[in-house]
């Protein structure tokens, strides 16, 4: 960038804060626009001028002579504060693909909202939603939306919430899936500073604005983000990671250090799909969830010959925790040490069949 430069537009991919403060420490920058819009509406549909201390960039306002309205799947508009798909409307939109009329048909909409004759909508892909001052917060696109346990999680909701943290400088989520735990979302970091904050420090920050469902399952560093020759970040580069074979939460690994310990870790490693578990690492830390919850509660029990309620891995969510509940069952149940009666798995035989 010329050391002369006063005004800055950028467009293309999300804006990150980081960046922003960045150009305004140059000395020169007074002004620092973030442009938004597909080629299908002139290239800009949107525009806003950014701060230097924002932390997440908007995408502002509608330019003059166009529209934006944020719908759910039926085209209704969806209220303040609700992800919607955002939809692109006015004298910008083009006139559809050459020769591909059934994506000009997908794409380009009957426009409800208007009394003009063949008014269209451009539906962008793009989920948004409005602030309560009228701009618009970006937040990634429809084909990152995924679902999960019954959930319908938007990636790009949980990566603005990380950018946010001052110690984050970008953030990826992807979706992996484990043939034990099933989908679980892994986060890959890249930071502004060390020493990084820790994965549980990561969570009680994402926690403090996303529910329960949406926290990552693991956090891991990145110098930087892989991106595809044409500048969008590399998705699949990510996925073709082993994160199994990585520890998904970085703590000191203790491990387990009697009996009861090795056996919880065990049905743990077996139910998580974790190679290594120590017994201070949290379970919904690496990745569970009630479900998952359910079957190690289970299989505690049949392990140990004991009632154990479903609460027990709630109140108590690491092995050391839970193993302290294990034995005060043991005792209460019949006096003994619980290292005396750990069942072994059962086997089953095939009868042999009638001479």
Request: aromatic share 6%; net charge neutral.
């Amino acid at each position: 960038m010329p050391a002369s430069a006063q005004t800055v537009n950028l467009a293309g991919e999300p804006l990150p804060g980081v960046l922003v403060q960045q150009l305004y420490r140059q000395g020169t920058v007074e002004r620092v626009y973030n442009l938004y819009g597909p080629s299908e509406d002139t290239t800009y549909s949107t525009w806003a001028r950014t701060a230097p201390e924002e932390e997440t960039p908007t995408i502002g306002r509608p330019i003059a002579n166009t529209q934006v309205y944020l719908l759910d799947r039926h085209l209704n508009p969806v209220p303040l504060g609700v992800v919607g798909e955002l939809h692109l409307g006015g004298e910008g939109l083009a006139r559809g693909y050459l020769n591909k009329p059934e994506l000009t048909a997908e794409r380009f909409v009957r426009n409800p909202f208007s009394n003009q004759p063949g008014a269209r909508l451009y539906k962008t892909g793009d989920l948004a939603r409005y602030l309560p001052d009228g701009r618009i917060a970006y937040i990634g696109r429809v084909d990152q939306q995924v679902k999960i346990r019954g959930y319908r999680i938007e990636l790009g909701e949980i990566e603005t919430t990380l950018n946010r943290h001052p110690a984050v400088k970008d953030s990826v989520v992807v979706v992996h899936e484990d043939p034990t735990a099933g989908k679980r979302l892994i986060t890959w970091l890249v930071y502004a500073q060390q020493p990084h904050p820790t994965p549980g420090e990561l969570r009680t920050f994402l926690q403090r604005t996303l529910p329960q469902y949406m926290l990552p399952a693991g956090y891991h560093a990145l110098d930087q983000v892989p991106l595809t020759p044409n500048g969008k970040i590399d998705r699949r580069a990510l996925l073709d990671v082993d994160v199994s074979a990585t520890d998904l939460v970085a703590k000191e690994l203790v491990l387990p250090r009697d009996p009861v310990e090795e056996v919880l870790a065990d049905i743990w490693r077996e139910v998580l799909g974790t190679p290594r578990i120590g017994v201070h690492d949290d379970f919904f830390e690496l990745g569970g969830h009630s479900l998952l919850a359910t079957q190690v509660v289970s299989r505690t029990r049949e392990r140990f010959r004991i009632e154990l309620p479903f609460r027990s891995i709630f109140e108590s969510p690491t092995v050391e925790g839970l193993a302290q509940q294990v034995r005060e069952a043991t005792e209460a149940r019949i006096g003994e040490p619980p290292s005396q009666i750990v069942s072994r798995p059962r086997v089953r035989h095939k009868l042999a069949p009638p001479s």
